[in-house]
Each structure stands twice: as C-alpha cells, then as structure tokens.
C-alpha cells in the first residue's frame, strides 16, 4: 500500500513564538526571554529557548523543582525535558509543563473556547457535526473527514490525529473562563470516550472575543493510541449520536454520576490494552462490571450490604442485576465458542461462565482450560453487558451494534434489549 499523507497531524507543523515576561529556572531568574512553542512526536507542548551566559551559573545545582514561566498574571510550573550546553556560556533548554492544558496567555474575558480533539471516534459519514446545551453552557463538536486508510496508517505508525474540534460559549453569551469550558468539553469528551471505547484527548485550548485570541492554554490531557475494535457505536448510531449523548450528559449530572465515570475508566482501559493482553483487558472489564452491578442492585434493587457483600458470589449479583435492568434475550446467543464451553460445564449460564473465565485469569492453576476464542468472546460479553448497563442507567433505550457476533458485516443496528 502507498503512504497516505496525514493531513491533521498539524500539530507536528505547528509552532509559535512567544515572550516571557519571566522565566525561573534553578532559582536563577531571566526576564523577556523569547520562547519557541511546538510539539512533539508524542504530542507534548514543548517551550524551547537559548540563554546566553548562562552555562555554568545553572549547572550550580540541580533542582529544578520549582521551575516556571511567567507571562503577565499568569504563572505555570514546568519540567525540564532537556538542557544542552552549545559552548561553555550559553544553554539551550526545552521545558514542559508540569499539567497540560496549561493556560500560558491570558490577555482578555474570552467568549468561546475552541478545543482540538485527537485519536477520537470514527465518524463514517465524513464530516460530522452536533450542537446541545447543558443549562448554562452550548457545546458544539465537529468532527473531521478523515479517510479510514488514513485513520489505518496512523494506527500502524502508532501516530496521532487531529480528529475534530470542540466549542464551548455561555449560553447568555457571558463570558467564560478555561476552567468552565474545559470542564465542559471534558464531559462531552467521556461521550466520546463511550462512543469510541478509547479516550480521546483534548487540548490546544484557545479562547476568543470576537476573532481575537485573549486566552491560550496549549498541550493535551490523557488520549489512548487509535484503534480498531468494535463496539455499541456502528455506523447506524451515528445519526443517534445527539439523542445518546443529550441522555449521557444528563446522566453526568444525576446521582449516578460517579459510577458512569468511574465504570467508564475500566471500559476504556480494556479496550485500551486490548491489542497487547487480551487477558488484561477482561480484568478491567471484570472490574467495570464490579463497579455497575452493585450501584443498580443497592439503588434499584434495593439490596443491602449483607446481600452484596462478599459471600455472595459475584456471578450471582451480576445474574440479579440483569433481572433488575429487564435483560430480553440470551447474552450467549451469538457466542458460538463460549455456547461449546457452556455445554462442556454443566450448561452454567452467561453470568456463571464469565466470572469462570475471569477468575481463571486471576488465579493462575485452576483446573479450567481456555483457547484464544474463548477469550475473545468472553471479552465482548463483558463489554457488551457493561454497555448494556450504561444504557440503562443513562436511560436511553435506543439501537445499538451488538459486538458478540466475530463473523458477518459490522455496522449493523439491533434494538437495545431492555424492557
């Protein structure tokens, strides 16, 4: 195959100079230093800079614990990434911020913010877009055109992408500050998360008043390497992709807030580990599950801490839980393997042979062999009844793409079954 050019991997382009009214580095200090910004391979914001007889007073000692830049009112902590003597008097550095985004420029009250999104889900429809509002603030994404062997070659080099934008205004048209807005467009990046299975990352953060630039926050948050893995969201969930997220937005700001982000940490850390340690990644969809199951039995089901509490095995609260939510069909029906495996044990139902296979994992020795098949369709068992539960408790009851299936065209919409 011919190499695809990557036409959103702009952030390798991108690079501006900034002036720092001062910079602190090894408790020596340095005014108007000019610094030149840009990223790297591994999309990290870097600032880079010269200073001329300056070798040998910062090599003095080496604690660059309390390092920053300072640019008008606003400070920021960095790390040194390197420092490099260029003769016996003059140092080159390139320094990192110790949180990123990081605001660096605060020149102004901004209005909007807009923020990049890299490695997010794959919208198949070409560009795509949605706009909502959450009560104070009206969010708007837009995701890019981008050609799946684009997306194909990206994921072999192990590169990253641009993959669309997010903007964040009040809906009165106030003012807003980056913390409001990140805030925001970090709720709509878990959708996102949901959506895709892996956690896109969001930053570059700049914001405006009118079509100037008053407010700078360069770098990206935590972002998982693209992937290929099928999940709930098929091409037919595009066009639902509104109303999915108008009920998961909702959900974030209801009592089972808490548990949707942290179940949806174990989701996007099994998809996440899934090409290197398919073992792994049905342990973190084990712990997703244990996570959910107890939050619907305590708060649906009203059951105590005596029925949850460790006696009780965990098939057996995962096999309640699904009779609470109004499960309507078999979750084995398109596991063929694991339908083989369930005639070889005494016909032990989906739940039973779930936690089978994951304790097999986790207690190395047991008497219960597995093969590669199994484990692969153990782990879109788990991960499909982690969606399931995410429906729920979202309360939406739309379609979804049922992952069970190993063989046949994907892309499909199936009826979420809950009652």
């Given at each position: 195959m011919s190499e695809v050019e990557n036409p959103f991997e702009d952030f390798l382009n991108w690079q501006e100079n900034l002036t720092f009214n001062e910079v602190s580095i090894n408790s020596h200090s340095f005014r108007d230093v000019e610094a030149k910004l840009s990223y790297d391979h591994d999309m990290r914001f870097v600032a880079g800079?010269?200073?001329?007889?300056?070798?040998?007073?910062?090599?003095?000692?080496?604690?660059?614990?309390?390092?920053?830049?300072?640019?008008?009112?606003?400070?920021?902590?960095?790390?040194?990434?390197?420092?490099?003597?260029?003769?016996?008097?003059?140092?080159?550095?390139?320094?990192?911020?110790?949180?990123?985004?990081?605001?660096i420029l605060r020149e102004g009250e901004a209005h909007?913010?807009?923020?990049?999104?890299?490695?997010?889900?794959?919208?198949?429809?070409?560009?795509?877009?949605?706009?909502?509002?959450?009560?104070?603030?009206?969010?708007?994404?837009?995701?890019?055109?981008?050609?799946?062997?684009?997306?194909?070659?990206?994921?072999?080099?192990?590169?990253?992408?641009?993959?669309?934008?997010?903007?964040?205004?009040?809906?009165d048209s106030t003012p807003i500050n980056f913390t409001d807005a990140f805030n925001a467009a970090c709720?709509?990046?878990?959708?996102?998360?949901?959506?895709?299975?892996?956690?896109?990352?969001?930053?570059?953060?700049?914001?405006?008043?009118?079509?100037?630039?008053?407010?700078?926050a360069p770098g990206y948050n935590r972002r998982d390497p693209l992937h290929s893995h099928t999940n709930w969201?098929?091409?037919?969930?595009?066009?639902?992709?509104?109303?999915?997220?108008?009920?998961?937005?909702?959900?974030?700001?209801?009592?089972?807030?808490?548990?949707?982000?942290?179940?949806l940490e174990f989701y996007r850390a099994s998809t996440a580990v899934r090409s290197s340690s398919l073992e792994l990644a049905i342990v973190s969809s084990s712990a997703a599950l244990e996570v959910i199951v107890p939050y619907i039995l305590s708060t649906r089901a009203k059951?105590?801490?005596?029925?949850?509490?460790?006696?009780?095995?965990?098939?057996?609260?995962?096999?309640?839980?699904f009779g609470v939510v109004g499960l309507e069909s078999d979750p084995l029906e398109m596991s063929q393997e694991l339908q083989k495996k369930q005639a070889?044990?005494?016909?032990v139902d989906a739940f039973e042979l779930s936690s089978m296979f994951r304790n097999r994992i986790v207690h190395q020795g047991k008497n219960f062999d597995v093969n590669g098949r199994e484990l692969i369709e153990v782990w879109d068992l788990q991960m499909w009844m982690i969606e399931i539960l995410f429906f729920f408790l979202i309360n939406y009851r739309g379609t979804m793409q049922d992952r069970r299936p190993t063989t046949g065209w994907a892309g499909g919409a199936t009826t979420i079954p809950l009652l």
């Open positions: 800079f010269s200073l001329r007889e300056a070798g040998f007073q910062l090599l003095s000692s080496n604690d660059y614990s309390n390092d920053f830049f300072k640019k008008g009112d606003v400070e920021f902590g960095v790390l040194q990434r390197s420092l490099r003597l260029t003769n016996l008097h003059d140092a080159k550095f390139e320094f990192i911020p110790k949180q990123s985004p990081a605001v909007r913010f807009t923020f990049n999104v890299a490695n997010g889900p794959a919208f198949d429809l070409g560009a795509f877009s949605f706009t909502y509002e959450t009560g104070l603030h009206e969010i708007t994404f837009n995701s890019h055109d981008i050609k799946a062997e684009v997306r194909k070659l990206a994921k072999q080099k192990n590169t990253n992408l641009i993959t669309g934008t997010i903007e964040v205004s009040n809906v709720n709509l990046q878990r959708f996102l998360t949901f959506a895709g299975g892996t956690q896109p990352g969001i930053g570059h953060a700049e914001g405006f008043n009118t079509s100037r630039r008053v407010c700078f969201f098929g091409i037919s969930q595009i066009r639902e992709t509104e109303k999915v997220n108008g009920c998961f937005q909702t959900a974030l700001k209801g009592e089972s807030s808490e548990i949707l982000k942290r179940c059951m105590d801490a005596n029925l949850l509490g460790e006696r009780i095995p965990f098939h057996s609260k995962v096999r309640a839980c070889s044990l005494n016909n």
